[in-house]
């Protein structure tokens, strides 16, 4: 057996060799010399496979392939060969015991799942399609660059994916029709939103929290107005509030720029507006103390949001500001420091071009028309007009925080403040 052993290695290089001159007349004939002494090698049948592959000898490459995949069950290269053979044959039943076998080696074997979308798409079978079209495109995504003969083959799995998922989702929302139909909006609203992540239109955001987090709260981008009973008295006094606002501007009342790195802070997404009155900012309450000038200025807008259920936390909360962004200005996408707080916008200045994002959802700014957004969810604003945007921006309490975890929360921030021991001493994270 040992010296049977030896012969087959010898001839195996020889075949080798031949193949590297490109003399097939004799890798035929060193292949025929192995099989003639080792008929299951899988070496020599996985060769003579392919030679009949060539000749478009299907079935007698399919013959050869199993055979060495059989000899050797653990290398997936071969039950890929045989598949290959019996695609061709139009045995779509083998090709698929083959690819299973190579999957029961190697999950993600990206060229198998690649043959399986194929071979679930030919067959119409378009749920397993979709699925392992989903898979190859999971699976490329670490190809850099893509390889110029997958670049059809991955656009085509997009497009798939694609038409079928809007396919489904049309079939779907038709069937749900009478079923929305006396659904309170905010639950239409959660329920469009699962569905949109269900059918891969949008991504669900969770709060993010540079500061303090706390658990178990809804993560709404928008809230519903309805926590927020004010809203409408806020939205009536809005011609006032604008009217201060524009003397503030008529009389150059100096804005900040609302960004300002400390020196040395490396380039990042923030650096364009570092010390720019690209967007900057006249405060009303900064940290929970009132500028008394602002006050004095805008007596009336302070009123009005005195009338307003406000967190008081001293050194904290509230802050009240306007907010001016330039023409052409865009404020990069981030996250805010704590759930517990909820950021009102009240339109006042808005040219045609503005824009702003909370994780899935995107709205225009309309003049006179507040919302309340969670700002621990990734969100970003843009102002594509020639003009001036401005918006009055607040923080009151996250509706869902109750009125003692409020109290707690108060007691808490005061005595971490007052400690020496408190690394943060963090500011305007309520």
Not at 70 to 94: F, H, K, V
Request: charged residues 25%; proline residues 6%; hydrophobic residues 40%.
């Amino acid at each position: 057996m040992k010296h049977q052993d030896e012969r087959v290695g010898r001839l195996l290089q020889a075949v080798a060799s031949a193949r590297q001159q490109g003399n097939q007349a004799e890798e035929r004939r060193l292949i025929d010399a192995i099989l003639a002494i080792d008929p299951d090698n899988p070496h020599a049948n996985n060769a003579r496979g392919m030679a009949a592959l060539a000749a478009r000898d299907f079935t007698d490459a399919a013959s050869h392939f199993r055979r060495a995949a059989e000899a050797d069950p653990t290398e997936p290269a071969l039950w890929m060969n045989l598949a290959r053979a019996q695609r061709e044959q139009g045995d779509a039943a083998g090709e698929r015991q083959s690819l299973d076998r190579v999957f029961a080696i190697d999950q993600r074997h990206f060229m198998g799942r690649l043959r399986s979308a194929e071979l679930h798409e030919r067959l119409g079978e378009t749920a397993h399609a979709v699925e392992a079209w989903q898979a190859v495109l999971s699976l490329s995504a670490g190809l850099d660059p893509v390889p110029p003969a997958l670049v059809d083959v991955l656009a085509h799995a997009h497009a798939f994916v694609a038409e079928q998922t809007q396919a489904f989702a049309e079939e779907v929302e038709q069937g749900m029709a009478d079923a929305r139909a006396d659904v309170p909006p905010a639950a239409l609203r959660r329920f469009d939103a699962c569905l949109d992540n269900a059918f891969g239109r949008r991504r669900i955001y969770r709060n993010e929290c540079s500061g303090v987090h706390y658990p178990f709260l809804p993560a709404y981008e928008f809230f519903d107005r309805d926590h927020f009973p004010w809203l409408a008295e806020l939205e009536a006094n809005t011609e006032t509030i604008r009217t201060e606002f524009e003397a503030l501007l008529a009389r150059s009342q100096p804005m900040r720029p609302y960004v300002a790195m400390d020196r040395g802070t490396p380039e990042n997404k923030w650096t364009p507006l570092d010390n720019s009155l690209d967007w900057s900012a006249y405060f009303l309450w900064e940290y929970g103390v009132a500028n008394a000038e602002a006050h004095a200025l805008c007596p009336r807008t302070v009123k009005v949001l005195e009338a307003i259920p406000r967190a008081e936390i001293p050194g904290r909360g509230p802050t009240v500001f306007f907010s001016i962004l330039r023409p052409h200005t865009r404020i990069p996408a981030h996250t805010g420091v704590t759930n517990t707080r909820t950021i009102i916008h009240l339109p006042l200045i808005v040219p045609e071009g503005c824009g702003f994002r909370v994780g899935g959802e995107t709205r225009s700014w309309r003049v006179g028309e507040a919302f309340a957004f969670d700002d621990t969810i990734e969100h970003e604003a843009w102002n594509d007009s020639d003009q001036l945007r401005a918006v009055l921006i607040f923080d009151v309490w996250n509706p869902f925080i109750s009125p003692a975890e409020r109290d707690l929360l108060c007691r808490y921030f005061a005595l971490a403040d007052a400690s020496s021991r408190n690394p943060a001493r963090e500011r305007g994270g309520m």
